[in-house]
């Protein structure tokens, strides 16, 4: 069965320091995979998508088949990314199902 | 527009009562989706929209029926509710060129007594 695991309920950081959210899914296709964020009361949005492989808000993510993970990375946290953070999975074929992970709680202290 | 529009954003009902939550785009997107949300859990899929046509029900509940009345509305018609199905329910679309990407609602936060 298609599932996407984020261990971490919550990571506390300092701002300035580097920050990985860990995804790991497991899929036996070719999944895609995504990050969505959600910002205090602001609605879920796309971060990035790791076909795109694009860097976005200094946020990069690789996708390692191997090991079958999706982290998402920035090497200096801002106070402003602050935020929930799933990871999410999506396989192929007509219009697809997202399955969410649980999330990610990343505050990010000044 | 390049919003996906929610309304109520608060709803209370009783068990007993009907209402209709209604989610809008004109992104000229064919693909649409409702989710639920639980405090502190991540959104779960309930149905898809697929050029109007429902094309996939992940078992939901008949007290939750979905219509479609064309490519830019859809609705969640509520009846016979129970307390735990009170959530955030939240609307998506995503268009056909890019139909992996959805893009979300705010959201209509139900409250059943």
């Known amino acids: 069965a298609q599932r996407v695991t984020q261990p971490e309920k919550l990571l506390s950081v300092f701002k300035g320091a580097p920050v990985e959210l860990k995804c790991n899914y497991s899929y036996s296709g070719s999944p895609e995979l995504f990050w969505y964020v959600q910002y205090s009361r602001q609605r879920l949005q796309l971060l990035l998508r790791h076909i795109s492989r694009e860097s976005i808000k200094g946020f990069t993510a690789d996708l390692n088949k191997g090991e079958t993970s999706f982290h998402l990375k920035k090497p200096f946290a801002q106070e402003e990314d602050s935020a929930m953070y799933y990871c999410?999975?999506?396989?192929?074929?007509?219009?697809?199902?997202?399955?969410f992970g649980a999330g990610t709680r990343l505050a990010v202290h000044p | 527009d390049t919003e996906v529009t929610q309304t109520p954003k608060h709803l209370v009902m009783g068990m007993t009562n009907k209402k209709s939550l209604k989610c809008e785009q004109h992104m000229g997107h064919r693909a649409m989706y409702w989710y639920k949300q639980k405090a502190k859990k991540p959104p779960e899929l309930m149905f898809v929209?697929?050029?109007?046509?429902?094309?996939i029900n992940e078992s939901v509940p008949s007290r939750f029926s979905p219509e479609c009345p064309n490519s830019s509305l859809l609705n969640l018609h509520l009846h016979a509710l129970q307390p735990e199905d009170s959530a955030l329910y939240l609307c998506?679309?995503?268009?056909?060129?890019?139909?992996?990407?959805?893009?979300f609602g705010a959201g209509t936060r139900l409250s059943v007594l």
């Open positions: 999410a999975l999506s396989f192929s074929g007509g219009y697809n199902k997202l399955i």
């Open positions: 929209y697929s050029y109007e046509k429902l094309s």
């Open positions: 998506a679309s995503s268009p056909r060129e890019a139909k992996n990407i959805q893009y």
